[in-house]
């Protein structure tokens, strides 16, 4: 193709859409033709790469500066070559860019074309790869509406004129090779939109690694080749995320779950996690570690929740492989990681998903859809399927490629509602003219299937606050396909019910018994997340009414009640000890706190109840299934006592759970049970190892025929005040 005076200036000012078509190698007449834009070089030469021997010497194409060709008379075939270049006295010798054919394959370009890419990763973003025998970096991108595309980085002076990519048909992909360019380079993508307006460099949306904050560029990472040691992990895990096993799950910041002060305060890093935060999470017996999100976000203060590089482990403790690092020290301990998932928006930031071609790409145009009012935030368009195709890889990419063991998806009820706050006129209804986001339901529905049809053992978590319908239920039976659902409802109101002073609570007690209307209508989890300890909602211990030693029994109270309601279990971090001041994303937890007895206490207690919820049956075998679950005493309200029994399938024995929630003790206090037999204390919240006073029933107690409750039996126990007990029948 003969270079026409349009192409030189289009090469030149940076704008050309179909730049192949004229760098590189070319016949022209008969001929090999070389041409090369390096601006500012002096003089250039294509040498064969083998023997360092001249091919050709290109002359400069007048009027368009930096820009070189050459005819090579003496070559009959398609050659080899690099470029040796001159300029300010200065010699170097590198690959030409534009002399490498496509990496992408026609499947791959059919696949994104369909919106059915699965593993989309696996093209798009920035690969260290051989390419025609050579090494160097391919960059791919999704762009339709682009008018041009390129890659900047330290390796072109950050000069969008210098690597320009290839359009890739009409799947609105672009690609380029760039031999030379490896692990740890700095780079964005510069776009020029339909009208040829240069757009702000955007990072890649498909990038592995990113600069540490504030700064804003993608960085080549290397994913393949980690030797992944937990094999046996990974065939058993299935087994032990069922409706039917123990999961006691531990949410974590890992900004803030400790510090280190001798060193600027600077947060732990993933390979420091895998050894203090797992042996950590080990000792105290929870199944489950749940990382709030770790995919590249720009504000410290949004915890991960307005993300940008939705691919890149963050790089604030460190590379992808010290992630898996993370991963690999939580399997090796038989701890489950769930990672905090969210498709449900994107910030505005400029380098960002937010009109990334020029136009609407990513997002819906219409801020009425496009736009969410309480974050912000941009909203995913899901009705198109490069979108949705885009988020499921994403999902898939943490699950296969750094061994997640479940995805929790945040904001789920925003996903559902088109009106989600929004007020009147300012939403779109649905085609049937109803509030239902159907796109948003079907990529739910879809991601859930896909994710579990693909990878074997995981777990999916929504984290839904509303009455939305079948949510943990079956896609085939018109459900969103999760496994779980957080428990949103019951949250609200024991939490409501526990900061009355109890004196108040008996006026209460419906609050507590509520949530067993609906307990068996999901697969619940009964979350006490970071969203209940910021924003002036104070800390879990603050929330407890009266004064310190109160406050103290109501907490141990409270989370024994939670550890025996039926639901799997959900604590944030520093709760677990009684942290006295909210949370603070800025510094570390109190951890000299644990110096004091009484939140030394009530770590001991959790640490406790995780290892009473795992040895015993009946407190998660029958979590999701009315049959687990029996009243006892439920209309106690005067005296603010409840009473259930817990079962397990077969002979399991059952599990009596009592809690009184006023300070008056309850001596020779009658409570009916389902069987006779000696009635063991398994664990009483007010033992003196929790920092409670020691009543309670001498070890346990054996049943009476002396009707009560509704039963034929009875045990007559002392329930000391603010207290949870658990008792277990010992047959025979």
Known sequence: ????????????????????????????????????????????????????????????????????????????????????????????????????????????????????????????????????????????????????????????????????????????????????????????????????????????????????????????RQINGYDWPDAGWMTKRAAKQRFDQPISVYEVHLGSWRRVPEDGNRPLSYLEHAEQLVSYVKDLGFTHIELMPISEFPFDGSWGYQPVGLFAPTIRHGTPDEFRALISACHAAEIGVILDWVPGHFPEDAHGLAKFDGTALYEHADPKEGFHPDWNTMVFNYGRAEVSNYLIANALYWLQEHHVDGLRVDAVASMLYRDYSRKEGEWIPNKD???????????????????????????????????????????????????????????????????????????????????????????????????????????????????????????????????GHPGKKLIFMGSE???????????????????????????????DLNALYRAHPALHTLDAKPEGFEWIEENSGDESIFAWVRRGTGDTPAMLVVSNFTPVTRTERRIGVPEQGHWVERLNTNSEFYGGDGRGNMGGVRSEEIAASGRAQSIRITLPPLTTLFFEVERG
């Open 433 to 563: 003219g109803g509030r239902e986001n159907l796109e948003a339901i079907a990529f739910l529905q879809n991601m859930n299937t896909t994710t579990n049809g693909e990878v074997e053992g995981i777990m999916t978590v929504a984290e839904e606050s509303t009455a939305f319908p079948g949510v943990s239920a079956p896609t085939d039976a018109g459900g969103l396909g999760f496994g779980f659902k957080w428990n949103m409802g019951w949250m609200n109101d024991t939490l409501s019910y526990m900061a009355e002073d109890p004196v108040h609570r008996k006026f209460h007690h419906s609050k507590m018994t509520f949530g067993l209307h609906y307990a068996f209508s999901e697969n619940f989890i009964l979350p006490l997340s970071h969203d209940e300890v910021v924003h002036g909602k104070g800390s879990m211990l603050d929330k407890m009414p009266g004064e310190d030693l109160e406050k103290f029994a109501n907490l141990r109270a409270y989370y024994g009640f939670m550890w």
């Open 577 to 607: 000890f009684a942290q006295r001041a909210e949370w603070n994303h800025d510094s570390s937890l109190d951890w000299h706190l644990l110096d004091v007895d009484l939140h030394r206490g009530v770590q001991t207690l959790v640490r």
């Open 1 to 220: 193709m003969a270079l026409t005076p349009q192409d030189a200036e289009d090469i030149v000012a940076g704008r050309h859409g179909d730049p192949f078509s004229v760098l590189g190698l070319h016949q022209v007449e008969g001929k090999w033709v070389v041409r090369a834009f390096v601006p500012g070089a002096q003089s250039i030469e294509a040498i064969d790469p083998k023997t360092g021997r001249r091919i050709t010497t290109l002359l400069p194409v007048d009027g368009a500066q930096g820009l070189f060709e050459g005819a090579a008379s003496r070559r009959k075939n398609r050659f080899a070559y690099h470029l040796s270049v001159t300029r300010d006295g200065h010699h170097w010798i590198a690959d030409d860019p534009y002399r490498f054919g496509p990496v992408m394959g026609e499947w791959d370009e059919y696949l994104i074309g369909e919106g059915t890419h699965r593993q989309l990763w696996h093209v798009l973003g920035a690969h260290v790869r051989d390419h025609e025998g050579v090494a160097g970096t391919h960059f791919s991108v999704w762009a339709p509406n682009a008018a041009r595309v390129s890659v900047v980085g330290d390796f072109n002076t950050w000069d969008g004129r210098r690597h320009l990519l290839r359009r890739r048909g009409a799947t609105g992909v672009w690609e380029t090779f760039i031999p030379g360019v490896g692990e740890g380079a700095v780079y964005k993508f510069e776009v020029l939109d339909s009208n040829h307006h240069l757009l702000p460099q955007k990072a890649d949306p498909v990038g592995f690694g990113s600069e540490h904050p504030p700064r804003t560029g993608s960085v080549v």
